[in-house]
């Protein structure tokens, strides 16, 4: 069973950094891409960023390009966000989301439960 | 950056209604794109992908079909459970975005 287990959202100040954590099982997950999504509660989703399975390709939403660092660590079957310089437009349930297919750019077949992010003084 | 315009925002039908929902792009993307379905409190749900293939599982009374720029989704007979909103997502290329929704309700 392909399970997706996000971690590490918090309440944080205007500014500051936060790292989120995926573990993902009951699949192999170095032959897929991985992504965060993210959804302000009660309004729509939005992508924020991919990672190949390898790890040497990504892509950011223009919303956060420059500010997020997506990053996988394929020993660890895990996938990370680095969030820097946050506002309270990043305040959002972060999911992340497997690749249905080898490629990079690909639909989801599978969501985490998400991790709240909130970002407020 | 290519848009994705999801119509209506909302709508409310009656059990046993033919429900179609439209989404365009604003360029052309093939047939690389994918419907989710998201219930109240939960996580969305791959319904179909590459326009028109349904996802393992998912109930025959749900279809897709488009190309190019112009998709449906179409829900031949409502259901209660079918309460939800509804995303189209493009894949062709990053940025992977979203429409906006369409929340369906029942009559």
């Known amino acids: 069973e392909v399970q997706l287990v996000e971690s590490g959202g918090v309440v944080v100040q205007p500014g500051e950094s936060l790292r989120l954590s995926c573990s993902a099982s009951?699949?192999?997950?170095?032959?897929?891409?991985m992504h965060w999504v993210r959804q302000v509660p009660g309004k729509g989703l939005e992508w924020v960023s991919l990672?190949?399975?390898?790890?040497?390709?990504?892509h950011y939403a223009a919303s956060v390009h420059g500010r997020f660092i997506i990053s996988r660590d394929n020993t660890k079957n895990s996938l990370y966000l680095q969030m820097n310089s946050l506002g309270p437009e990043d305040t959002a349930l972060y999911y992340c989301?497997?690749?249905?297919?080898?490629?990079?750019?690909?639909?989801?077949?599978?969501w985490g439960q998400g991790t709240l992010v909130i970002v407020s003084s | 950056d290519i848009q994705m315009t999801q119509s209506p925002s909302s709508l409310s039908a009656s059990v046993g209604d033919r429900v179609t929902i439209t989404c365009r792009a604003s360029?052309?993307?093939?047939?690389?794109l994918a419907w989710y379905q998201q219930k109240p409190g939960k996580v969305p749900r791959l319904l179909i992908y590459?326009?028109?293939t349904l996802q393992s599982g998912v109930p025959s009374r749900f279809s897709g079909s488009g190309s190019g720029t112009e998709f449906t989704l179409t829900i031949s007979s409502l259901q209660p459970e079918d309460v939800a909103t509804y995303f189209c997502?493009?894949?062709?290329?990053?940025?992977?975005?979203f429409g906006g929704g369409t929340k369906v309700e029942i009559k």
């Open positions: 989301a497997k690749g249905f297919l080898t490629s990079t750019t690909t639909f989801f077949d599978y």
């Open positions: 009951g699949f192999t997950f170095d032959d897929h891409a």
């Open positions: 990672i190949s399975w390898s790890g040497e390709s990504t």
């Open positions: 360029q052309g993307i093939s047939n690389y």
């Open positions: 590459g326009a028109s």
């Open positions: 997502q493009k894949y062709m290329s990053a940025p992977l975005t």
